[in-house]
């Protein structure tokens, strides 16, 4: 039988060697850490500084707020923070970090330096570091611009189990390089530069402006990204969702273009990629995945992003609202689009010239019919079958009963022209895109069946949404 051993407090190292296992996987956790950090402190420069993909070398640079003499020393802690300091503020948390715990993780398993000076004095400033099992920290002088700089050298070089995963330079250089660009894209107002092995690699100014915007996500995504993307604007009930989403023609094999932003915050949420998945299911083939950069900005009280270490999911106060608003919003807009207002050329509607502008695998069949007229039989073809029989106008009177029955008290219906599409007004063809759009959503959404009694199940009827959906850039400057 083993010797019972004693029940000991761990040493401060270990303890955070043992969290780091959460949040510090690879250089590009680092990365994306230190520049959380950059952000929170009202940088208007980043620069992020690499050598041989982060394990020798991670250099975050910001010109933000710094870190007074005083408070240096609790930098390193686990557990210290100037972001929180109740559970009220937690609740309504707008920064970044909050846990307190990223460079006190980071700095067990490294060789890290922070320098960093609050005033604009550049002759001023202070470096820590966290020495021994205990980490003491270490507070010297050391002149620094105003900002913060961290060095993070060797990491893992004393957790050999970690470094043992680490992959080749060029991989790890790819999914720092892949933090980088999800937090350039979630911040058009900072200046962002990434240098890796001394060459540049992205240099981005900032810019608030949409020609800016798209000139950052041009960089970083690709020309032919926007080329193929439609620009939303939408807003309805104190949610707002914008950005640019792929036309069906430009889907890719794998879901790698793919960002969505909650104020400000990279999120991959379930409830997110489900409302993004339904929104495009009718236009791409099974296997092929859409192409977004959205912003979702909400109220900081109605999400939780204290959900998981490393921050990437949260939850919704009223999940159903926002997966119906983010359904509603892509459908509308993918189906406006296809509607022929904003700009789709001819040959893509008679499918010619599609090969252009496609990556692959949109099937001329599963390309959107044009609107059917009322009464005729759709054309409509999924997945290679022959969709339910039934001319349009009567699937979508069961549609509308099946709705009604569960919402009495709702008045406004979903063949109601939406105010706010480009010529609505109740003409026939506003009414048969309205159709088309419910016979989907029928087809999709059996209602009487899947539904719970007293449950909303489309919390958001889309005509509600005000805003603008644009067309395709024809290019890029
Ligand atoms: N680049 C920076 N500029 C200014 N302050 C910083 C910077 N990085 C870290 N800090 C300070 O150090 C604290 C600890 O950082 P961290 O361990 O990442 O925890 P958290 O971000 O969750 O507060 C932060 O709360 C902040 O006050
Ligand atoms: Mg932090």
Redesign the pocket.
Known sequence: MSEQRRIRVLDPRLANQIAAGEVVERPASVVK?LV???I??GSSRIEVELEAGGARLIRVR?D????GED?LPL?LSRH????IVSLEELEGVASL????????SISSVSRLELV?NPAEDPTAGWRVVAEGRNMEPRVSPAPHPRG?S?TVRDLFFNTPARRKFLRTEKTEFGHVEEAFRRQALSRYDIGWTLRHNHKTVHQLRPGEDVASRERRIAALLGKAFLEHALHLDLEASGLRLWGWVGLPTHSRAQADQQYFFVNGRVVRDRLVAHAVRQAYRDVLFHGRHPVFVLYLEVDPSVVDVNVHPTKHEVRFRDGRLVHDFLFSSLHRALGEARAGQPGIGPGEETGEGADEISEAGVAPQRAWPSPPDAGSSSPCRCRGERRASGSPSDRVRAFMEGYRNLHPDHEETLLTPQPAAPGAGGTAADLALAERQAAQALQREPLPSRTTPGRRRWAMPWHSCTGSISSPRASVA
């Open positions: 850490e959380e950090n950059a929170d402190a910001d933000g707020s710094g870190i408070d930098a210290a923070t100037s972001k970090g909050f846990r307190g715990e990223a460079l006190a960093s913060t961290v």
